[in-house]
């Protein structure tokens, strides 16, 4: 493996120090209490005599370059003030936000030998001390810190968990307790859901599940995304026993991370965190919440330093892409592809980057066909110049994805990527034995995938459509249940499972799969749409009428919604008027 | 133990004088008494695991070294085979690697002696390895051996003269994927051992990709970089061999960087589950209907994620009543910064209470592989072992040995019971054998290798020679102890997954052991279980609890000697246990 080359940390020292007075200032303290202890003023140099020389890594031959200049930098600040506890423990904030948990420690006890009463920093030493799995030692400083601070919510809940590690479940949900209460005294008073879901974890070890339940409820209310929130909400319903709705709760939880109330000092954890794969990791979440333009920042002043890190380029490309910049996602996955040509993940890229051009021309033929079939009249050399385009760049996503699983055959994505590749030439195939053979091996890499294993999470999904493609709908359904049960609480994986009992010739089981949609359905107006077929297919009619009045909310505005509207109203009153003539279904629609 | 070896005695009775010092006078001092003594070059185990290690940081070095504890040789005491690393990707032209070694237990009473047998045995296998199971699947009286490899696994079928036949290819099972653990064990009631593989990534050197540690140094990535989990395979064993019924029994339907595996009726509804320990992904419970058809209950029954919702680096894994409440709990390791977790089972849903079994905070600074639970003290409170070695480089100034970036102290916790509910105690931060070993550890297995009635342990470090760790336990004067075989059939087949149980100390209280040699990492067991009873002359009310679910009661046995319990030879007792 190459090693990065260091710049000289001594030139890159001085460069630096101009930002870093900006950065010594002091530390907003916590919320101080009118009972804290003041801070007590910098030992005199007797004192820092004796608390020895900054810790440092003795080889960084090897580290990532940034983090070697930044604690090169905040080493010579010590340096130059070797009384300072601020400047120690800043040292020791940059080591903690990089994970060095050990340097961290010896940084704030020597803040702590400067300035003993600055409980900031015996809280930090906790927290860090906690993460090195000195358990007794982090409760000791994160009691003391919590002495001192007992207004601050942060303080009380770090302390709270330790606890809680330490499995002293009462005192726990003592600092929990306070930590709410904190949020009170707080001006404005805040509410964290963080607090919520942390007093609910004890109260689930302490068997207290009706208050834990109550609390999570509270904490998605504050949160409503908050995945460790719905994890524990799960936790608490099951052990309610009500194992429908935990079951959903358990699996929009999964994957959680805990999080805590913020403190003073993570805008600085954040800044400190250097280091390449902590930047991509930033991006990466940047990117997943939508924040392009900063990602985009960011991507620009890495490729700076590494031009030709495929990893770079290929994140890159996929900012690009979802910033509609096709384009120059197409020259950096070239250019990927020049630098690091037996990469998989890079014909993964290209290969989703052609599909993505591909589903756009596809969604215009089906379209196109779609109007043909209502007997509006369509140009047919337009339809067959799109199939075309389409059949080429299918085949250019094909070649990507045929490469990857080429290099990197027991990968069961590759060959997922493969069958969707495989799947789409359906889509453009000018007959249907040409359709019919791509479909046949879609399936074929679809079922290596299965057998490697895909972390796809489209991947039954795409299973049960292919199989329902196929009009093999006892499979259809096997993988869209699969589906489902991956991700219980998605109105699209319902409305497939519906549309796979229904191919089944079961209609009479979909009744309570198209109640759970409608719950899902969280006002869209498509999955709404597809409540109302649902209710009327098996002659639910009055649920059909209430999912309709949603539906015309939801669709306000759109001038195709009307269409519907009424053709569905029309259907209900000839229903009902079948069924007080005694020709038709029960006039009250059956119910739910 | 086998007749051969006398002329070794010599060295042997040394090691004996040095053990007996040690249980009868434990030497203390402020980090309190070993617990074990490390005899592996005297014994003759001369195995020195090669993972390969290269700059590149390929994945699989840094995870292999299994180790087997069984009788090959049908002569009552504990054989040896040790997993070995060799040449990750040989040249096709080129000498391969090093191979797997069997060693033979030829102790004699006092004297513990190994002899490499692995030539004559025909069980060297070169490819390069991960981890062993043992089960006697043709239920012919000798044990069987399956060797899990980053490449073809192999089944070495035991035709009971001391020999082996390599029958991977007739009997299908050589799954090319990267392997890791296996388990033996009856999924569909048919009386025949199938046969569970455990696959961690699609890995072949064209995924590597670089990553870096917390320093932004290069180092070995975690397993999602390369997001390419693998689904395990599931062999059912039948009138015509082996059958890849993986698809059948809906093992497709979900799947992780599998590396730990523990097989046992968590639902006691007569069928046995099986537990898989993925790494950084959700955590597998496949629940058998009893037909040897499993969807996976882990998100629903609690156990595929730790209590805050989030994946944790599984490894090592075991099931075990550790409450005593008659259903098995489950604990495993994991990576440094996150706590070793224990999931205790409560009706068939589990809870992770870690905190409470005072594991939590040691086990955050460390990244665990091979564990179990055994009542190393003979207390009638089980131990904990755990065995240490990193997975990303400790900086210098942090480092436990200097030579060695990865290597990390292994653990031994004390158990002490108050009431149904066990909490254990470090006994010596700095490892378990008086000079401390420090070692990239990874598969250990646990058993009575010299026949003297307590728990002794072997370790497999990266790089390193293996450590056959002797139990020298401080122990109470008169501390008794008692083992149990379970079997079945006319040539006495040892059955996966029985639960034996015995009369606690307190009343109405009892002890439970889950018979299968599965648990741990990569590694496979002594399938026999083990009781320490305190000062208790014989364990009372013996009960075993078969795979099927039936119940059968044994009455009482002496303290001091392992004892075979037979299928069929108990008393029956109605209406208890069957599937409940």
């Given amino acids: 493996m190459k090693t990065p080359r260091l710049p000289s940390v001594r030139r890159a020292a001085p460069r630096l120090l101009s930002s870093l007075a900006a950065l010594l200032a002091p530390v907003p303290l916590l919320a101080q209490d009118a009972s804290a202890p003041a801070a007590a003023p910098a030992a005199d140099s007797d004192t820092s005599a004796d608390v020895g020389p900054p810790p440092q890594i003795r080889d960084t031959s090897a580290m990532d370059p940034a983090m070697v200049a930044l604690i090169a930098e905040l080493v010579e600040a010590i340096e130059a003030d070797p009384k300072s506890a601020a400047a120690r423990a800043e040292l020791g904030l940059a080591y903690e936000s990089n994970t060095i948990w050990s340097l961290a420690e010896t940084c704030y006890d020597q803040s702590l030998l400067l300035a003993p009463d600055e409980t900031q920093w015996r809280f930090r030493r906790g927290i860090v001390r906690l993460a090195g799995g000195e358990l007794d030692a982090a409760i000791g400083d994160l009691r003391a810190a919590a002495d001192a601070y007992k207004n601050t919510p942060v303080v009380q809940a770090r302390l709270g968990d330790a606890l809680r590690t330490a499995g002293e479940l009462e005192e726990a949900e003592a600092a929990w307790r306070q930590a709410i209460a904190a949020e009170e005294k707080q001006t404005p008073v805040v509410r964290y859901a963080a607090s919520r879901v942390g007093l609910a974890q004890v109260l689930l070890d302490l068997e207290k599940f009706d208050e834990a339940a109550e609390l999570c409820q509270a904490a998605l209310e504050i949160a409503p995304g908050y995945r460790h929130g719905h994890y524990t909400l799960g936790r608490a319903l099951m052990e309610l026993g009500q194992v429908e709705r935990a079951e959903m709760e358990l699996a929009a939880g999964e994957t959680a991370f805990p999080e805590f109330p913020p403190s003073p000092h993570d805008q600085k954890l954040r800044d400190y965190g250097r280091g390449f794969s902590r930047s991509m990791m930033l991006i990466e979440n940047l990117v997943s919440t939508g924040q392009l333009g900063e990602a985009q920042r960011r991507l620009a002043a890495i490729l700076e330093s590494r031009p030709d890190d495929f990893m770079v380029l290929n994140l890159a490309a996929r900012v690009a892409l979802r910033g509609g910049d096709a384009e120059r996602a197409r020259t950096l996955l070239a250019k990927s592809l020049e630098v690091a040509p037996g990469e998989p993940a890079t014909h993964i890229e290209s290969c989703l980057m052609e599909l993505d051009a591909s589903n756009r021309l596809g969604m215009q033929v089906a379209s196109m066909q779609q109007a043909a079939q209502l007997g509006q009249q369509v140009d047919a050399v337009q339809v067959g110049a799109l199939r075309a385009q389409g059949a080429e760049i299918v085949a250019q996503a094909l070649e990507h994805a045929t490469s990857a699983a080429r290099i990197a055959p027991a990968v069961g994505r590759h060959h997922y990527w493969l069958g969707v590749c495989q799947q789409q030439s359906a889509t453009f195939a000018t007959d249907q034995q040409a359709a019919g053979e791509s479909m046949q091996k879609a399936l074929a890499s679809f079922q290596t995938a299965l057998r490697l294993g895909c972390t796809e999470p489209s991947f039954n999904q795409q299973l049960a459509s292919l199989y329902g493609q196929m009009g093999r709908s006892r499979e259809m359904l096997k993988f869209a249940k699969r589906h489902l049960e991956a991700y219980p609480g998605d109105a699209n994986a319902i409305w497939v499972v519906v549309q796979a009992l229904l191919a089944n010739n079961r209609a009479q089981e979909i009744s309570p799969y198209i109640v759970r949609m409608e719950e899902a359905s969280a006002g869209n107006a498509q999955m709404l749409q597809f409540c109302v077929q649902g209710y009327l297919t098996v002659g639910a009619l009055d649920a059909a009428e209430t999912a309709l009045a949603k539906f015309e909310t939801a669709a306000a505005g759109n001038p195709n919604a009307t269409q519907f509207i009424v053709a569905v109203q029309t259907h209900i009153a000839s229903e009902r008027a079948k069924a007080a003539t005694g020709g038709g279904q029960d006039a009250s629609g059956g119910g739910r | ?580």
């Avoid at chain 2, 990707?89 to 069997?102: M, W």
Wanted: aromatic share 10%.
């Fill in chain 2, 1 to 580: 133990m086998h007749q051969l070896n006398s002329r070794l005695a010599l060295g042997g009775a040394a090691l004996v004088a040095i053990a007996q010092t040690v249980h009868s006078a434990p030497q203390g001092d402020e980090a309190g008494p070993a617990w074990f003594q490390e005899v592996g070059v005297a014994a003759g185990v001369d195995f020195v695991h090669a993972a390969d290690r290269t700059d590149a940081h390929r994945f699989p070095e840094i995870m292999g070294g299994g180790v087997a504890l069984f009788d090959y040789d049908g002569d009552e005491d504990l054989d040896l085979y040790l997993v070995q690393g060799g040449i990750l990707v040989p040249d096709p032209e080129g000498a391969p690697g090093a191979g797997n070694k069997l060693f033979r237990n030829d102790s004699t009473p006092g004297t513990l002696r190994f002899v490499d047998v692995t030539e004559e045995a025909g069980v060297g296998d070169t490819t390069y390895g991960m981890g062993a199971a043992c089960g006697d699947f043709d239920r012919d009286g000798d044990v069987d051996l399956y060797v899990t490899n980053v490449g073809a696994n192999v089944m070495y079928v035991n035709k009971g003269d001391g020999t082996f036949t390599d029958r991977t290819k007739k009997l299908k099972v050589g799954d090319p994927r990267w392997a890791t653990s296996a388990a033996f064990f009856d999924a569909n009631g048919d009386g025949r051992l199938d046969l569970y593989v455990v696959n961690n990534l699609g890995w072949s050197e064209s995924i590597e990709t670089p990553c870096v540690n917390y320093y932004g140094e290069p180092d070995y990535c975690s397993p999602n970089n390369y997001n390419a989990p693998s689904a395990d395979v599931f062999y059912t064993y039948g009138r015509l061999g082996f059958t890849d019924s993986t698809l059948r029994a809906g093992i497709d339907a979900a799947f992780g960087n599998g590396l730990g595996l523990s097989v046992g009726d968590y639902d006691s509804d007569g069928d046995l589950d099986v537990y898989v320990a993925n790494d950084a992904t959700p955590n597998l419970l496949w629940n058998n209907d009893g037909k040897g058809v499993f969807t996976d209950a882990g998100l629903r029954s609690g156990c595929a994620l730790n209590a805050n919702g989030t994946p944790e680096a599984g490894m090592g894994v075991q099931f075990i009543d550790l409450d005593e409440d008659d259903d098995l709990d489950l604990y495993m390791t994991h990576l440094r910064r996150e706590k070793n977790t224990y999931y205790r089972n409560r009706g068939g849903r589990f809870s992770d209470v870690s905190n409470a079994t005072g594991t939590s905070g040691v086990s955050l600074k460390f990244t665990g592989f091979g564990m179990g639970f055994q009542d190393f003290d003979l207390d009638g409170t089980v131990d904990l072992f755990v065995a240490n070695g990193a997975v990303q480089a400790w900086k210098e100034e942090e480092r436990f040995d200097p030579k060695d970036a990865y290597a990390e102290p292994n653990h031994l916790f004390r158990g002490v019971r108050k009431g149904k509910r066990v909490k254990f105690a470090l006994t010596r931060a700095e490892g378990t054998t008086n000079t401390p070993i420090y070692g990239t550890s990874r598969g250990s297995a646990m058993g009575d290798l010299d026949g003297d009635g307590d728990v002794d342990i072997v370790v497999v470090d990266l790089d390193a020679r293996a450590k056959v760790l002797m139990n020298v336990a401080p122990r109470a004067d008169g501390a008794t102890w008692i083992g149990f075989k379970v079997v079945e059939g006319s040539k006495d087949a040892i059955v996966h997954g029985a639960t034996v149980s015995i009369a606690g100390a307190a009343a109405e209280s009892r002890q439970y052991r889950q018979a299968h040699p599965t648990y741990s990492y990569l590694s496979s067991n002594d399938p026999r279980v083990h009781f320490g009873l305190g000062s208790e002359a014989e364990a009372r009310d013996v009960r075993v609890r078969w795979p099927d679910g039936t119940v059968e009661a044994f009455g009482s046995r002496p303290a001091g000697s392992y004892h075979a319990l037979k299928k069929g030879a108990g008393e029956k007792q109605q209406g208890e246990g069957e599937t409940r």
